[in-house]
């Protein structure tokens, strides 16, 4: 069959259409009237239930199977022809093996179902920084989804031609059953295989499957870089806009920080932040040698627990149209709540993310409380609604990065910011980062996780040799942007928070812009550069100085504990990490030893 003018492409469809038998195989085109047509038949079928469309223009509602609510890491697998390819950071089958465990439950598991064909850009269609994918799917749910988080249809049939190349995204939700589900990568055939799940981060194809996993094995290769980070503009009085990538772990404010509102004093003095993406960066070296990063989706994939408008009010505002909810409280109004939003639930009537009836104050058998959002439930929305987003997002170039940050939340240790000295200290910085688990998450609190640049889940290749290509890109990029540590969680002896965290974060944000211009001087400690705590700019801000003072400290014999930590993370890497981690390790205990 011919569907689109390139021939490999029509081939593959023809190969997996005869493995999964659907009954029918539609392109998506992109076009409103098919986007509309098929939203009607999911409704039809109860996959979709509309929202409210007067309260909630555009808006739809989906639930997950209650065992199919998370990225599944166990089953997350990269096959490569030789195990140390993969890494002791992922899990790893043989490509032959992958293909054909995968293939037993893919076989004929789409019989009286459609397999839809979408073509998606990650970047602007036409980029020279963009890549082409094509997913194969039996979920209109997905459809719907990747609409809106990539540029889908034959706009980009178009700009792949006859013969461009395109990663091979086939995507099957089988019987949703945990026993038969594999997230398979095949980076040396620029292929991925999903079979046995409908959740998001396992089946839009084109976020941390293509964008992080499938783009970092190919960026590493190509001279460039695929991040788990935030992009974000920060304007000043003066007008200028610089900006900042950044990598936080998971339940760090990664959607939070990259729209957050200035607090009242720096609005007044003229700052304003636009947002560019909340998840994923890819950045290359321009022809003027500098390092540039487009955001590769066009929407948000965000949790809703928690998200209000005091945490996030531009997020509030960026879901009210054209957005689709999963996992959440259905209100019987047919709108839409979940734990730690705004207001109040419905007394009577609502039902939870797993459908059944729900209302405020209910406990399980054990006397738990029943939430009524799934903790990992999440909104798909438009990037393009968000009240920050700017027209950047669309520059094929991206935007100049000035300043790189990682993060984590450590409750001690960790001052408020700090600024690595050279490009090759910041690798070591953001190899070395690490979290501390919250009662939220499970095992035990206050455990340190580890999770290099925050790319430990989502790294397609060995992460030591990871390592070594963010080091030779230092020595290819002609200004590199200056790398910097920050910690929001800071607390004191009580366990209280030290800094007020939310829009009060653009003050470090100020702070190290100033630094990335080299504009103020600061106090070097052995981890780094500090600031002198007038340089933080506390306008409209009533901290005790004591806090600003406890932020900033840096306990030496702490920091030995934490070196001693991390020299044990580093074993598992064996001969393959890089000679100069160790020589920025060995430089780092001679500083705090002195
Ligand atoms: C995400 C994640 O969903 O990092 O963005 O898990
Ligand atoms: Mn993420």
């Avoid at 593959?12 to 539609?26: F, G, L, N, R, S």
């Avoid at 990539?150 to 026993?179: N, S, W, Y």
């Avoid at 397609?460 to 040799?465: E, S, V």
């Avoid at 981890?527 to 506390?538: A, L, V």
Wanted: hydrophobic share 40%.
């Amino acid at each position: 069959m011919s569907l689109t003018r390139h021939q490999e492409l029509n081939l593959w469809i023809d190969e997996m259409a005869k493995m999964c038998q659907p009954d029918d195989i539609v392109l998506i085109d992109g076009s409103d009237t098919q986007k509309a047509d098929l939203t009607k038949q999911a409704c039809d079928t109860g996959e979709i239930i509309e929202l409210d469309q007067e309260k909630l223009p555009g808006c739809l509602y989906h639930r997950t199977a209650v065992n199919d609510v998370a990225r599944t890491e166990n089953l997350t697998f990269i096959c490569t022809s030789k195990k140390e390819d993969a890494g002791p950071n992922n899990n790893w089958m043989k490509p032959a093996d992958g293909y054909k465990r995968a293939a037993e439950i893919f076989k004929g598991s789409m019989k009286g179902r459609t397999m839809y064909v979408i073509p998606f850009s990650m970047g602007p269609v036409g980029s020279e920084f963009s890549k082409i994918g094509v997913e194969l799917t039996d979920s209109i749910y997905v459809v719907l989804n990747m609409l809106i988080m990539t540029r889908a249809g034959q706009k980009v049939l178009d700009q792949l031609g006859t013969d461009g190349e395109f990663t091979h995204c086939l995507h099957g939700k089988a019987e949703r059953d945990i026993e038969k589900r594999l997230i398979m990568h095949f980076p040396e055939d620029n292929a991925i295989w999903s079979v046995g799940s409908g959740y998001g981060g396992n089946v839009l194809l084109g976020k941390k499957c293509l964008a992080l996993r499938i783009a970092s094995y190919i960026a590493r290769k190509e001279s460039w870089l695929a991040e788990h980070m935030l992009i974000l503009g920060i304007e000043r009085p003066s007008g200028r806009i610089d900006y900042v990538a950044a990598a936080f772990p998971s339940a760090c404010g990664k959607t939070n920080l990259a729209m957050l509102i200035p607090p009242e004093g720096l609005q007044a003095k003229g700052y304003k932040i636009w947002t560019v993406g909340d998840d994923i960066a890819w950045m290359r070296i321009d022809t003027d040698g500098k390092l540039w990063a487009i955001n590769p989706e066009t929407g948000f994939f965000g949790v809703a627990p928690g998200t209000n408008m005091k945490s996030n009010p531009n997020a509030v505002k960026t879901v009210q149209k054209n957005t689709i909810f999963t996992n959440v409280l259905l209100n019987p109004d047919r709108t839409v709540w979940w734990e730690d939003g705004d207001g109040d639930p419905p007394a009577e009537g609502a039902f939870d993310w797993k459908g059944q009836p729900w209302k405020p104050g209910m406990k399980d058998e054990n006397g738990n409380p029943i939430t009524g959002a799934h903790p990992n439930s999440r909104f798909t929305a438009p990037i393009a609604q968000c009240p920050t987003h700017t027209y950047r997002l669309d520059h094929h170039h991206g935007v100049n990065i000035s300043a790189i940050i990682f993060g984590g939340r450590r409750a001690k240790l960790a001052p408020l910011v700090y600024q690595s000295f050279d490009w090759n200290h910041g690798v070591y910085v953001g190899a070395t980062m690490a979290s501390e688990r919250t009662a939220a998450q499970f095992g035990k609190i206050g455990e340190v996780r580890r999770d290099p640049m925050a790319m430990l889940p989502f790294c397609g290749y060995n992460m030591a040799d990871y390592f070594a290509h963010w080091f030779n890109m230092g020595k290819k990029i002609k200004e590199p942007p200056k790398i910097f540590h920050v910690n929001w969680f800071r607390q004191d002896e009580n366990g209280d928070y030290l800094w007020p965290g939310f829009g009060e974060n653009l003050r470090v944000l100020e702070w190290i812009l100033e630094r990335a211009n080299e504009d103020i001087d600061a106090e070097e400690t052995p981890i780094g550069f500090i600031p002198k705590p007038q340089d933080i700019d506390m306008t409209g801000l009533d901290l005790p100085a004591e806090n600003m003072q406890k932020l900033l400290s840096i306990d030496p014999e702490d920091w030995l504990k934490e070196a001693q930590n991390v020299s044990e993370y580093f074993i598992q890497f064996g001969d393959r990490l890089p000679k100069e981690i160790l020589k920025q390790h060995a430089a780092l205990l001679e500083r705090l030893k002195k």
